[in-house]
């Protein structure tokens, strides 16, 4: 009787349960934390990318407007920007123009980037990020057609 006391009183005592608590909890933290700072240097590095195509697809419009090359404006300017750290230049794949009317140019810029993670969010160490920018003049103006390629 006196052994079976003795294991009752063990339960009874709840001092300690915080730590089991903070071991069982600290890897759940962590995780979300890991999360958090894949998801945001992911987002800083878009809005990067998007700064970018945005700033090359407006030169791509004031270029054409200004009767000069827009492919080689729209690359200049966008090589300004730094994505990770990295000027970014997009190709000429990746620098469209177009114009429907007479009175219409659209401009299009994708910028792309691998970005790597820190945690490996999805299974993967880097995550493909993707910018595009439309850029549409609807001013009259005169351009030379073979600025022009079909988007």
């Given at each position: 009787?006196?052994?079976?006391?003795?294991?009752?009183?063990?339960?009874?005592?709840?001092?300690?349960?915080t730590a089991v608590y903070v071991a069982l909890l600290i890897p759940i933290f962590l995780g979300f934390a890991a999360l958090a700072i894949d998801v945001g240097f992911i987002k800083v590095t878009q809005n990067e990318l998007q700064n970018a195509a945005d700033a090359a697809a407006?030169?791509?419009?004031?270029?054409?407007?200004?009767?000069?090359?827009?492919?080689?404006?729209?690359?200049t300017v966008a090589s300004y920007n730094k994505v990770l750290l990295e000027y970014i230049i997009p190709d000429d794949d990746h620098v469209?123009?177009?114009?429907?009317?007479?009175?219409?140019?659209?401009?299009?810029v994708i910028a792309n980037r691998q970005i790597p993670t820190f945690f490996r969010i999805e299974n993967a160490n880097i995550y493909s990020a993707k910018a595009t920018a439309n850029k549409v003049s609807g001013r009259p103006m005169?351009?030379?057609q073979n600025f022009l390629d079909p988007l």
């Open positions: 009787m006196r052994l079976l006391f003795n294991i009752s009183t063990i339960f009874k005592n709840e001092k300690g349960i407006l030169e791509g419009v004031r270029a054409l407007i200004a009767a000069t090359d827009p492919k080689l404006a729209a690359q469209k123009f177009k114009q429907p009317d007479a009175n219409t140019v659209w401009v299009r005169l351009i030379q």
